[in-house]
């Protein structure tokens, strides 16, 4: 656990308002006929949404719970022995290579050829968060693989699987953090709030987290302000990624909106950007209870192209970035601080 509060850099406003939470995530049921055009939707105007009937067994993930809770109860040695993060293995308030901090201990790991490789999960004494672990990342990819092929579907991209091939591949890079933001007294006395994890978009495709009843969660709306995200501990929430991004061009495009003003729903059009958006996020913990969340990150494999879809590119419209691939965009990424805007490296100049 946390002995002290991390340096005043991650310290931040105070007297945010409470139960403010955000009323505008779009919740999208998996069985739900309009559901592909709900996913759509909702990747282009947040890049973010909340899923329920997504099938995962609640006995599973109260299973992970648990064993993650007692990992973290141990003294910080044993800790200490899934090696340190770098960028795989246990990190307690120091996040990425740059100077990143946050009031947050995790474990990240690779996932190899679909299970979790980390020595020390190799041990017996880990056997049974190991086997909670391994359990988890296979529904959570078949759960990231279906989702991924709703929102081809939903664009109209034959064939159904091409982002989901990516997650697939024998070769797809990708990883599991499990976070945990423990309470911190001090901060609730004040009335304060700390940086758990800073913001930053996701590099990846697609992100699947799932977190306990804790709030802390913020997303960033297209509008540049901050709203907090009201927790649901059955629901997963997506984020669409950076990679999803590029790959996902669209001819800029009018969306429909409601809004209740006052008492009156007004109709309007949004022109959105024309793409999918990789959304902006950060954990505030206000100190009162603790915050857990794992977070599946869909990647693609190394070599992979990133470059928008030709089917989805309008004609005479370019993509605003130049081509890359994921090994070139990751390597560029692990040089970054969280906040930085990693895609602009790539933008064509
Ligand atoms: C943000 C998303 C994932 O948590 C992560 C993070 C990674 C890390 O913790 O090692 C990074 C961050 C994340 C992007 C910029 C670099 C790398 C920390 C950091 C400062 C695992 C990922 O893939 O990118």
Redesign the pocket.
């Known amino acids: 656990m946390l002995k002290s509060p991390p340096p005043t850099r991650v310290l931040t406003m105070a007297g945010l308002r409470e139960n403010s939470f955000f009323p505008g995530v779009p919740v999208i049921t998996l069985s739900d006929p309009d559901a592909e055009t709900l996913l759509v939707r909702a990747c282009e105007d947040l890049g973010f949404f909340r899923v329920t009937n997504h099938g995962i067994p609640m006995e599973l993930i109260a299973r992970l719970e648990e064993e993650i809770m007692q990992f973290f109860a141990r003294p910080a040695a044993e800790k200490e022995l899934a090696g340190k993060?770098n960028?795989f293995g246990y990190g307690c308030k120091s996040?990425?290579n740059?100077g990143?901090v946050g009031w947050v201990e995790y474990l990240?790991m690779e996932i190899t050829s679909k299970s979790l490789s980390m020595d020390f999960l190799m041990k017996p004494s880990a056997s049974s968060l190991r086997s909670a672990l391994n359990d988890y990342i296979l529904e959570m990819r078949k759960l990231a693989c279906q989702i991924l092929e709703m929102m081809a579907h939903g664009l109209g991209i034959e064939p159904r699987d091409a982002f989901s091939k990516l997650v697939m591949d024998e070769e797809s890079d990708s990883?599991l953090?499990v976070n945990y933001y423990p309470p911190c007294p001090m901060i609730q006395e004040q009335n304060r709030f700390m940086t758990g994890f800073g913001e930053?978009t996701?590099?990846?495709l697609i992100s699947v987290l799932r977190s306990n009843e804790t709030a802390g969660l913020e997303i960033s709306l297209r509008d540049g302000s901050w709203v907090p995200v009201l927790p649901n501990r059955e629901s997963f929430f997506i984020n669409v990624g950076d990679s999803l991004q590029v790959l996902c061009l669209l001819p800029n495009q009018k969306i429909k909106k409601e809004l209740i003003m006052g008492r009156r729903l007004v109709l309007f059009q949004v022109l959105t950007n024309g793409r999918f958006r990789s959304v902006r996020h950060r954990v505030l913990t206000k100190g009162l209870k603790s915050r857990v969340s794992m977070?599946y990150?869909g990647g693609p494999p190394p070599g992979e192209r990133l470059a928008p879809l030709p089917l989805l590119v309008a004609e005479g419209e370019q993509s605003q970035y130049r081509e890359f691939t994921w090994h070139e965009y990751k390597s560029c990424?692990?040089k970054?601080?969280?906040a930085d805007s990693?895609l602009d490296q790539f933008q064509k100049r």
């Open positions: 993060a960028p996040i990425g740059n990143d990240l990883m953090r930053h996701d590099p990846q977070i990150f990424a692990y970054t601080v969280l990693r």
